[in-house]
Every structure is written in C-alpha cells, then in structure tokens.
C-alpha cells in the first residue's frame, strides 16, 4: 500500500559505505521533506534524518540523507555493526497523507 | 524529556472496535505545532500511517482506514486516544503512538508500542 519504494535489503562489510534508496512521486518527495528512521530489532524506530539531510541532536554525523526529485537517498558511511536494523523513509503527500517507504533491511557482513 | 505510553486491550475480537489511549508526559499535548498520531506495524512487516489529530482538534487519517478510524484528544488527561472499528486478523500489529513535528510524517518522539492481536 505503500507509495514509497525502498529496496528490501542492503549489505556492507564494517567499514563500508551503503546507500538506501527511496523512490515516491510529485506529490511526496517531489513537494515535500523526507524524513529517515532507523529501527533497531524489538524497539520502536528513531528518527534519523528530518527535513532530507538535518540530523537530530546525537545522531552520529555517518548518516546523512538527500533529495533529487522524486527520489532520496540515505548513506552510512563506516559502516558499523550497530548499523544492523531495518530502515524507514516517510513523506508528507499533497492527499493530505503520510507515507512510509517499504522498508530497508541493512546488514553488515 | 517527553515520554509517551501506549494503554489499552493486548487482545480484541474479530469485527469489534479496537481502542488504544497515549497518555503524555514530560510536556503538553496542547502545545502549539504538534501533531499527535498513531503508527501500527504488522508483525514481521512495514510501518503505517495511522492517522494524527493537530493540536488544535484537526485530524488527518490513512485513507484506507478512514471510513474506520477516530481519533482524539483528551487535554486535562494529556491523552489522545484511538479508535478502530470492525476488526479483522490483518489489524494484528504493534501500535505505536507518536508526537510529529509540523507535519505527521515528522515523527519525533515514539511511544514504546503495544501488541493487539486480533482474534476470537
């Protein structure tokens, strides 16, 4: 049901630099922010990157998030096994909805 | 430091009405500029957008909940609470109610969430 698409899995070894896709339209990403989270197993997610590339306060500066047209990116650069967790993108849409992307689960060799 | 605490039924049956209350601490649910939603993610599954009432009483649903969904709020309690209405097994899912910051899709702080199985 999603409108955001993310791939379903992305891999590195530690040290490495992996890159998240997310893919919406005009009417999401084209218009408005994007926003990233991360999602350690058994808790709820935390926000990573607001506003396509602002970090919040204690987020480490390896991840970092872009914007291009209807399609954003989120990158982790040394990679960490920490990093290991599923990953969110999500916009406000013009329909008056939010959406999250499909979900990226990242693992580190 | 705003915490945020999900109450409510572990488990609801089918075609019944499922209700879930957030109650706020640590800050005002009648701050101005915030937004206060619900989030639920199937076991195994993505997130979804619930839906999220404005300070103000504004409220904005998914739309393929709509027709099923309320929800509100409860300012001398600091809560704001969800409805869902005639259930089914694909409602089964961690709720999570959240605080989003000048749009809903803006989430910044999470409750802990709460498993509602939906089953007779």
């Known amino acids: 049901q999603s409108v955001l698409t993310q791939p379903p899995s992305a891999s590195g070894t530690p040290g490495q630099r992996v890159t998240i896709s997310c893919s919406g339209s005009s009417s999401n990403i084209g218009s408005n922010y994007v926003y990233w989270y991360q999602q350690l197993p058994g808790t709820a997610p935390k926000l990573l990157i607001y506003?396509?590339?602002q970090r919040p306060s204690g987020v480490p500066d390896r991840f970092s998030g872009s914007k291009s047209g209807t399609s954003a990116s989120l990158a982790i650069s040394g990679l960490r096994s920490e990093d290991e967790a599923d990953y969110y993108c999500?916009?406000?849409?013009?329909?008056?909805?939010?959406?999250f992307g499909t979900g990226t689960k990242v693992t580190v060799l | 430091q705003l915490q945020l605490q999900e109450s409510g039924p572990g488990l609801v049956k089918p075609s019944e009405t499922l209700s879930l209350t957030c109650t706020v601490s640590g800050g005002s649910i009648s701050s101005s500029s915030y937004y206060w939603g619900w989030i639920r993610q199937p076991p195994g599954k993505g997130l979804e957008w619930i839906g999220s009432?404005?300070?103000?009483?504004?409220?904005y649903y998914n739309p393929s909940l709509k027709s099923r969904v309320t929800i509100s709020v409860d300012t001398s309690k600091n809560q704001f609470s969800l409805k869902l209405s005639s259930v089914t097994a694909a409602d089964t899912a961690v709720y999570y109610c959240?605080?989003?910051?000048?749009?809903?899709?803006?989430?910044?702080?999470w409750g802990q969430g709460t498993l509602v199985t939906v089953s007779s």
């Open positions: 506003r396509n590339n």
């Open positions: 959240a605080r989003q910051v000048v749009v809903p899709a803006a989430t910044d702080y």
């Open positions: 999500a916009a406000w849409d013009d329909s008056l909805s939010a959406f």
């Open positions: 009432i404005y300070y103000s009483g504004s409220t």
